[in-house]
């Protein structure tokens, strides 16, 4: 069964700070994807990620892929409170020719204070 | 990307009853899937639908508690049968477009007394 961990759960951090969040899992993978999730709204897909080594960058997030250690990171560059929402890894078992479901990690609960 | 609306988007439903939620794209895909998201917690998957076939549903989730219906490509239901407090929940439906990513839908909010 595939797991897949996010750290830390919760974060709390300054405006202007950097800081990085962690999602491992537990088995081999085509691809991971990031999603943001405001309170009370859906998930809005932020990076997909899908080689080994892959790196993108939006904004003040950045996100990396090292499929040989089973990790993925999302850091964040100064951070500014507009960046306050919960963080998703979701991790994708692609085989061709079956359905591809995402199974998602615990969440990062990012809070940005002046 | 795709614009996916889901109906409805909360309800407050007395236990026992059933609830149907609606998931429409606006363009045609071929696999939809159903996410379940407890208050508090991550999505689960709970099933995948594809249009003309059976819905595939995971572990821990039946089709007797989860009917699931894809009747074209671009509509589906899932309906929460004989319902308890603990299905109370966020209910999101998604689209996988051209096997690059999976778009969400807005999520029914399911208060369940």
């Known amino acids: 069964e595939l797991k897949v961990e996010q750290n830390p759960l919760f974060l709390s951090m300054q405006e202007g700070k950097n800081y990085t969040i962690y999602c491992n899992y537990s088995?081999?993978?085509?691809?991971l994807y990031w999603y943001r999730q405001d309170p009370g709204k859906s998930l809005e897909s932020l990076f997909v990620l899908l080689s080994n080594g892959a790196v993108k960058q939006e904004g003040r997030l950045m996100a990396s892929l090292d499929t040989k250690a089973r990790l993925s990171t999302l850091h964040i560059t100064a951070a500014v409170h507009d960046l306050s929402a919960t963080y998703f890894c979701a991790v994708d078992i692609w085989n061709t020719g079956t359905a591809s479901k995402l199974t998602f990690g615990t969440g990062t609960r990012l809070q940005v204070t002046l | 990307s795709a614009v996916i609306s889901q109906k409805p988007s909360r309800d407050i439903c007395q236990r026992g009853t059933s609830l149907t939620i609606q998931c429409q794209v606006d363009?045609?895909?071929?696999?939809m899937f159903w996410y379940r998201q407890q208050p508090g917690q991550s999505l689960t998957l709970i099933a995948t639908a594809n249009q003309g076939s059976e819905a595939t549903y995971e572990s821990g989730f039946v089709i007797d508690k989860f009917p699931i219906s894809r009747p074209n490509l671009t509509f589906s239901t899932l309906t929460v049968s004989n319902m308890s407090p603990e299905d109370s929940s966020i209910y999101l439906c998604s689209v996988d477009l051209q096997g690059l990513t999976q778009y969400f839908g807005p999520g029914t909010r399911l208060l369940v007394l």
């Open positions: 088995t081999t993978s085509d691809r």
């Open positions: 363009s045609q895909v071929t696999m």
